[in-house]
């Protein structure tokens, strides 16, 4: 009988108060904790604060290895061990959950039947693209879409198909990894891309490092943007054709295309 | 010199463990909730576990007044006082942040000027969609979009239109409101539409009242699914082309249009 729990916690976008007490109360619990380098050192710091920092065994391991990741806590959980995984974030918006998916469905053996067994569970977290949006106003008060321009996960052809069918739906859109180490020109492209297909008044936000001591925010026009206002710590956010400001607030009306007031390309 | 305060602050799905810190003080510090009825019933059950239900002024309205509402906290505020905004979920999500910062763009004369200089803030909650996607695995685990079904807030035409569009895009797709007291054909005509651009074995995901005592998840292929599956408390997600169980387990692979490993309409 397996008594290991898993536990793929998002640890939201930085700020401890903005980590619920279900993820909290998870790493309380924890014998191991498993991630990227920077996340396992957030939720150390939250322990330290616990006093528990020696209680448990920390398995940092770098970027870019996210299924042996994923093998690694299945490995421990099913050793009986209380594991949790750490994400940025929420662990389900291009993150650990759907890695730790992939590493039991790639399972073969009495390996597969062990991991199939075991108790996960997935704790939600504030994703980066409501933390940015709850900073900048309400830029995604309306429907909207979300992309991963990250490198090596799909061909530039499908995301730039799904920029340009997201912007002839008129969706509000938020881009996660901008601009990543071996994709650099990907941001770029997309400045292009949205040139092509929305108009120059466009309102954008870079978000850099919401609710940490780094954040960084800028509201400006796709006419305005440059590639450099983006970086592997900003979510880009592109309002939709009805996108505004208030004051120093930038939102997104909840009514669309009612008494003529739709001014996108949805007829 | 205006004193008030005006958070905007998401309670999450229900359960208090998905309450942030963040938004657990906002409202240990509020003089004013103001909200639909059964979130500031939520708010004032967290309160009253912090011995402050007197110490607070209660504002419960009705649905389909959220700026009326909107108006109330703005003017409240303006009046010096320390007021909170619930909402369900994450505020910026078909909530109750847009609806505020209509208010203040709507606003004449002295009170716009006030308004607008009041200190607001957006405190960002787990949204139902994430909690949804939690519960199930990881269906929104790449690429998504996320729709409002509600009635009243945009012509049926355009959320058709939209729908096509991501179903072209192939992006995974979360459903608002798919039952909503005016619109209860929305949902039927929505099942119509996917069956007509999705295959009949495309996974869907009914989460209703996610971590709530309440709770129900069903998970079924767009060839099963009928229209009483969802209710007003109920979120749908509808996965990619690539979207899959594993064991009772959803999850959409992270990977996409590799190695002819894409199934689905982007070319």
């Not at 994400?87 to 399972?107: L, N, Y």
């Amino acid at each position: 009988m397996v008594s290991g729990r898993l536990c793929i916690a998002g640890l939201g976008p930085g700020a401890l108060q903005q980590v619920t007490p279900e993820v909290a109360q998870a790493l309380q619990d924890a014998t191991d904790v498993v991630g990227y380098l920077p996340y396992v050192a957030r939720a150390r710091a939250l322990a330290r604060q616990g006093g528990r920092e020696q209680a448990v065994a920390w398995h940092a391991s770098d970027n870019r290895v996210e299924l042996e990741r994923a093998r690694q806590a299945l490995a421990l959980a099913a050793q009986g061990r209380r594991v949790v995984v750490v994400s940025s974030g929420d662990p389900g918006v291009f993150a650990m959950a759907s890695a730790v998916f992939e590493a039991i469905e790639s399972a073969h053996g009495s390996e597969a039947a062990l991991w199939q067994a075991l108790d996960v569970q997935v704790l939600p977290g504030i994703t980066a693209m409501l933390a940015a949006a709850a900073r900048a106003g309400a830029p995604l008060g309306h429907d909207f879409c979300c992309i991963n321009l990250s490198d090596n996960l799909k061909p530039w052809p499908v995301i730039a198909r799904r920029v340009q069918l997201a912007a002839e739906a008129d969706f509000a859109m938020a881009f996660y990894n901008p601009r990543s180490q071996s994709r650099p020109e990907g941001f770029v492209r997309l400045l292009q891309l949205l040139r092509g297909c929305c108009e120059p008044g466009r309102l954008l936000v870079f978000a850099r490092a919401v609710s940490t001591p780094d954040e960084h925010l800028r509201v400006c026009t796709l006419a305005d943007a440059l590639p450099e206002m983006a970086d592997m710590r900003t979510v880009v956010l592109v309002g939709n054709s009805m996108t505004r400001t208030v004051g120093r607030w930038v939102y997104t009306p909840r009514h669309y295309g009612m008494d003529g007031a739709c001014a996108g390309s949805v007829p």
